[in-house]
C-alpha cells in the first residue's frame, strides 16, 4: 500500500465536526459530542505458499450524540453515518434528536465536567504509516511461513500466514469546548503452523504486532517459533483430574489481567455484575503485586492522551502492594457510582503488572523452577469466567512440569478456580514480559487450581 495518504486533511475533520455541533444546537440540543473517524488498510494472508486472501479497505464515519434537558435529568439520541455530505450530516444530527426525544431521562447522562476535558493533548507517537505494497506484504508472508516449514519435516501443513497494516484518523468534539484527535497505526504479521498427521496434528501460532512497522520481528523468527510451539505439542497426554500448581504464560496472564480489569470497571460494578464489588481500598492481589496504568508510554499499543470522551488520561497505580486504588469509570458509570470519571470511557490504557518479588533472573525458565511440580498452560480455549461469582473454568492444554522441568505435553484438560482466589494466590510473576492487547505482564504462577482430565 504505497499511498497512506488520508482522503481527509485534520482540519477538514475539525471543520466537519464544528458543522455537526453547530447543527445539533441549532436543534435544539442542550448539548452534543461528535466523532469522525477515517482510516485505510491492508491484509494479506497466504497458506502453503499461496495467495489466500488480498483485501484493502477505506473506512470513514461519523457518529453523533445529542442530549437534551437539564444537566443530570437528560434525554440522549445516537445516530452515525458514512456520508460527509452537508445533508448527510444535518439527516444524521436530526435523527439522533429525534430518538433523543423519545427516550426516556437519565440522571447520569451527558457530557464530562469541562474541567476534566484535555485542553492540550500531548503527542505520544502513535502514526507510523507502513508503505507496504499487497506483493511485499505477500513476500513477507510467504518468509513467515516458509521458514515454519524449514524448522522440521515434522511441520507437515498450516493454516496460514498473514500481514496486517492500518492506519486511521479521527477527532472528536463537543460543545462544551473540547476538539482533540490523532492519527494511529497499528501492525501485525502471524504464522499458525501445523505439525503431525491424522489425528494426531498439533498446531500453534505467533505473531508481532507494533504501531511502528521497523519494531516487528522478522517474519523468519515469527514462522520459526510459531513451528517450535507447535512441534512441543506433538504426542500429547492427558491428565487424571488433581489439584497443582498452574504457570500461565505470559500471553495467556494478560488474560488474568484483562478479568481482574472488567471486573473493576464502572458497568459491571454499578450493575453489581462483578466479583470485585466494593472492592477500593482492599486487598485483591498479594502485598508484593503492583498495577500502574501509563497512558502516556510513546507508541505503546494503549496509549491515549484522552478517553472516548475527550477526558484527560495520567499515570496512576490501580494496584499498590496488592490494595486497589482505583476503579476503570467513564462519566457514565462514575455518576453511577457517586464518583469520578477515571479517564477509561473505552477501556484501559497501557496496564502494567509488576512483582516486587521478581528478579531479572526470573526468566520463563527460571519460572519453571518455581512452579517445581505442577501445570504450565499455553493455550486456554472457552470463556469460561463468571463475572458476578468469579468462578473460573476454561479447557486449556499445555505442558506438565516436574522438578521444574517440563516432561511432556498435555491437551484435552480443564482448569478450574475462583478469579478472587486466583488473584490472591499469585505465588510469583515472571521477568519474561510480553504486551498483548496494552497489557504488560510476566508469566504469572497460581498456587493452586484444580485440573481435569476430559
Same mark, same amino acid.
Given at each position: 500500500?504505497?499511498?497512506?495518504?488520508?482522503?481527509?486533511?485534520?482540519?477538514?475533520?475539525?471543520?466537519?465536526?464544528?458543522?455537526?455541533?453547530?447543527?445539533?444546537?441549532?436543534?435544539?440540543?442542550?448539548?452534543?459530542?461528535?466523532?469522525? @473517524?477515517?482510516?485505510?488498510?491492508?491484509?494479506? @494472508?497466504?497458506?502453503?505458499?499461496?495467495?489466500?486472501?488480498?483485501?484493502?479497505?477505506?473506512?470513514?464515519?461519523?457518529?453523533?450524540?445529542?442530549?437534551?434537558?437539564?444537566?443530570?435529568?437528560?434525554? =440522549?439520541?445516537?445516530?452515525?453515518?458514512?456520508?460527509?455530505?452537508?445533508? @448527510?450530516?444535518?439527516?444524521?444530527?436530526?435523527?439522533?434528536?429525534?430518538?433523543?426525544? /423519545?427516550?426516556?431521562?437519565?440522571?447520569?447522562?451527558?457530557?464530562?465536567?469541562?474541567?476534566?476535558?484535555?485542553?492540550?493533548?500531548?503527542?505520544?507517537?502513535?502514526?507510523?504509516?507502513?508503505?507496504?505494497?499487497?506483493?511485499?506484504?505477500?513476500?513477507?508472508?510467504?518468509?513467515?511461513?516458509?521458514?515454519?516449514?524449514?524448522?522440521?519435516?515434522?511441520?507437515?501443513?498450516?493454516?496460514?500466514?498473514?500481514?496486517?497494516?492500518?492506519?486511521?484518523?479521527?477527532?472528536?468534539?463537543?460543545?462544551?469546548?473540547?476538539?482533540?484527535?490523532?492519527?494511529?497505526?497499528?501492525?501485525?504479521?502471524?504464522?499458525?503452523?501445523?505439525?503431525?498427521?491424522?489425528?494426531?496434528?498439533? =498446531?500453534?501460532?505467533?505473531?508481532?504486532?507494533?504501531?511502528?512497522?521497523?519494531?516487528?520481528?522478522?517474519?523468519?523468527?515469527?514462522?520459526?517459533?510459531?513451528?517450535?510451539?507447535? #512441534? $512441543?505439542?506433538?504426542?500429547?497426554?492427558?491428565?487424571?483430574?488433581?489439584?497443582?500448581?498452574?504457570? /500461565?504464560?505470559?500471553?495467556?496472564?494478560?488474560?488474568?489481567?484483562?478479568? /481482574?480489569?472488567?471486573?473493576?470497571?464502572?458497568?459491571?460494578?454499578?450493575?453489581?455484575?462483578?466479583? #470485585?464489588?466494593?472492592?477500593?481500598?482492599?486487598?485483591?492481589?498479594?502485598?508484593?503485586?503492583?498495577?500502574?496504568?501509563?497512558?502516556?508510554?510513546?507508541?505503546?499499543?494503549?496509549?491515549?492522551?484522552?478517553?472516548?470522551?475527550?477526558?484527560? &488520561?495520567?499515570?496512576?497505580?490501580?494496584?499498590?502492594?496488592?490494595?486497589?486504588?482505583?476503579?476503570?469509570?467513564? &462519566?457514565?458509570?462514575?455518576?453511577?457510582?457517586?464518583?469520578?470519571?477515571?479517564?477509561?470511557?473505552?477501556?484501559?490504557?497501557?496496564?502494567?503488572?509488576?512483582?516486587?518479588?521478581?528478579?531479572?533472573?526470573?526468566?520463563?525458565?527460571?519460572?519453571?523452577?518455581?512452579?517445581?511440580?505442577?501445570?504450565?498452560?499455553?493455550? #486456554?480455549?472457552?470463556?469460561?469466567?463468571?463475572?458476578?461469582?468469579?468462578?473460573?473454568?476454561?479447557?486449556?492444554?499445555?505442558?506438565?512440569?516436574?522438578?521444574?522441568?517440563?516432561?511432556?505435553?498435555?491437551?484435552?484438560?480443564?482448569?478450574?478456580?475462583?478469579?478472587?482466589?486466583?488473584?490472591?494466590?499469585?505465588?510469583?510473576?515472571?521477568?519474561?514480559?510480553?504486551?498483548?492487547?496494552?497489557?504488560?505482564?510476566?508469566?504469572?504462577?497460581?498456587?493452586?487450581?484444580?485440573?481435569?482430565? $476430559?
Amino acid at each position: 500500500m504505497r499511498d497512506t495518504t488520508f482522503i481527509h486533511g485534520s482540519d477538514q475533520l475539525k471543520e466537519l465536526a464544528q458543522d455537526v455541533l453547530r447543527f445539533a444546537t441549532g436543534l435544539g440540543a442542550s448539548s452534543a459530542a461528535v466523532e469522525i @473517524s477515517e482510516g485505510g488498510g491492508l491484509s494479506v @494472508s497466504v497458506r502453503r505458499g499461496q495467495i489466500e486472501t488480498i483485501e484493502q479497505n477505506r473506512d470513514k464515519g461519523i457518529g453523533v450524540t445529542v442530549y437534551l434537558g437539564e444537566e443530570r435529568h437528560t434525554r =440522549r439520541g445516537n445516530a452515525s453515518t458514512s456520508d460527509f455530505s452537508q445533508k @448527510s450530516l444535518k439527516d444524521t444530527v436530526e435523527a439522533a434528536y429525534n430518538i433523543a426525544r /423519545f427516550t426516556a431521562e437519565d440522571d447520569c447522562a451527558g457530557l464530562p465536567d469541562a474541567e476534566m476535558l484535555e485542553t492540550a493533548p500531548p503527542d505520544l507517537k502513535l502514526f507510523h504509516p507502513w508503505a507496504v505494497s499487497a506483493e511485499e506484504a505477500v513476500e513477507l508472508a510467504k518468509r513467515g511461513e516458509a521458514a515454519a516449514f524449514a524448522v522440521d519435516r515434522r511441520i507437515t501443513n498450516s493454516e496460514g500466514a498473514s500481514v496486517y497494516a492500518q492506519q486511521s484518523q479521527f477527532v472528536a468534539a463537543n460543545t462544551r469546548g473540547f476538539m482533540g484527535g490523532y492519527a494511529y497505526s497499528r501492525h501485525t504479521m502471524s504464522v499458525a503452523p501445523i505439525a503431525g498427521r491424522g489425528a494426531k496434528m498439533q =498446531r500453534d501460532d505467533w505473531y508481532t504486532s507494533s504501531r511502528n512497522p521497523k519494531l516487528l520481528a522478522a517474519p523468519e523468527a515469527v514462522g520459526a517459533y510459531a513451528a517450535q510451539r507447535a #512441534l $512441543s505439542r506433538l504426542n500429547a497426554r492427558k491428565l487424571d483430574t488433581r489439584k497443582c500448581a498452574v504457570l /500461565f504464560e505470559a500471553p495467556l496472564a494478560a488474560g488474568l489481567l484483562g478479568a /481482574f480489569v472488567q471486573a473493576v470497571s464502572g458497568g459491571a460494578l454499578y450493575r453489581k455484575s462483578s466479583f #470485585l464489588l466494593d472492592s477500593l481500598g482492599k486487598q485483591v492481589f498479594p502485598t508484593h503485586i503492583q498495577v500502574t496504568e501509563d497512558p502516556h508510554a510513546k507508541g505503546a499499543a494503549g496509549s491515549a492522551p484522552f478517553d472516548n470522551e475527550g477526558v484527560r &488520561t495520567s499515570r496512576r497505580d490501580v494496584v499498590r502492594d496488592g490494595v486497589v486504588q482505583g476503579y476503570f469509570l467513564s &462519566t457514565y458509570s462514575a455518576r453511577k457510582l457517586g464518583m469520578q470519571t477515571t479517564g477509561n470511557a473505552g477501556g484501559s490504557h497501557n496496564l502494567i503488572l509488576r512483582s516486587g518479588l521478581t528478579k531479572k533472573s526470573d526468566s520463563f525458565a527460571a519460572m519453571l523452577k518455581k512452579l517445581g511440580t505442577g501445570l504450565l498452560v499455553t493455550e #486456554l480455549m472457552g470463556q469460561g469466567v463468571n463475572y458476578v461469582t468469579g468462578d473460573y473454568s476454561r479447557g486449556a492444554s499445555g505442558f506438565w512440569v516436574e522438578n521444574g522441568v517440563i516432561q511432556y505435553p498435555v491437551e484435552e484438560i480443564t482448569i478450574a478456580g475462583n478469579m478472587k482466589q486466583m488473584l490472591e494466590q499469585i505465588v510469583a510473576v515472571g521477568a519474561d514480559t510480553v504486551v498483548r492487547g496494552g497489557k504488560d505482564i510476566g508469566s504469572i504462577l497460581i498456587e493452586s487450581m484444580t485440573v481435569a482430565g $476430559s
